[in-house]
C-alpha cells in the first residue's frame, strides 16, 4: 500500500453538503485502513463537519463550491482541508455560551490541539482561503510514540 494517500471532492456550497463532506472523508479513511467506529474517525467527523459548516455558512453565497481534501501520509500525519473561494480569513474570537453560532473554529482549533495537530490557514493563489488541520497518525500495526491519553484517543471532549 502507498505511503502517500491523497483524496478530494468538490461539493456546491450547500448545507447539505455538510453531510456529504463527513461521509466522503469517513468513507475514504475507511478504505484506507482507519475503522469507522474509533475516537479517531469521530473526531475527524466532528472537525469535518465543522470545517465544512464554516464554509458554507460563511462565504456569504461568493463561494459557489468548495473542495475538501484529504492527504494520509501513513507514517506521519493525517492532513484534511476545506477551501473555498472566499477571501475573508476566519476571525479569532472568543466564542460566548449565548451565542447561536461562531463556536465551530474553537471546537476545530481544541480538538486539533487535543489530538497534538495544529490548524492552519492559508491563501489561495485564486484569491480564496484553504482551513487545514494536521493531526498525527500511526499506520495500523505500528505503534505511536507514547504520550499521554487525550480526547482524541478516548472520545472524552470536556473541558474541565
Known sequence: MADLLEASVTLPSDPASVA?????????LVE?????????????????????????Q????????????IVLDRDERLRLGVTDSHPRFPKRLPA???Q???RGLVII???TAECGGRLRVRPTREGGKTV????????PGRPAAPEPATACEYGTHSTG
Not at 58 to 69: D, E, I, L, N, Y
Not at 132 to 139: D, K
Request: charged letters at 15%; proline letters at 5%; a negative charge.
Open 132 to 139: 487545514s488541520v494536521e493531526l498525527p497518525w500511526a499506520s
Open 58 to 69: 460563511h462565504t456569504f453565497g461568493q463561494s459557489p463550491t468548495f473542495t475538501v481534501a
Open 20 to 28: 456529504a463532506a463527513r461521509t466522503y472523508v469517513i468513507g475514504t
Open 109 to 111: 482549533r481544541w480538538l
Open 100 to 102: 447561536d453560532n461562531g
Open 32 to 56: 484506507w485502513g482507519l475503522p469507522a467506529d474509533t475516537d479517531l474517525s469521530e473526531t475527524v467527523r466532528l472537525i469535518v463537519s465543522e470545517l465544512a459548516t464554516n464554509a458554507v
Open 96 to 98: 460566548a455560551v449565548q
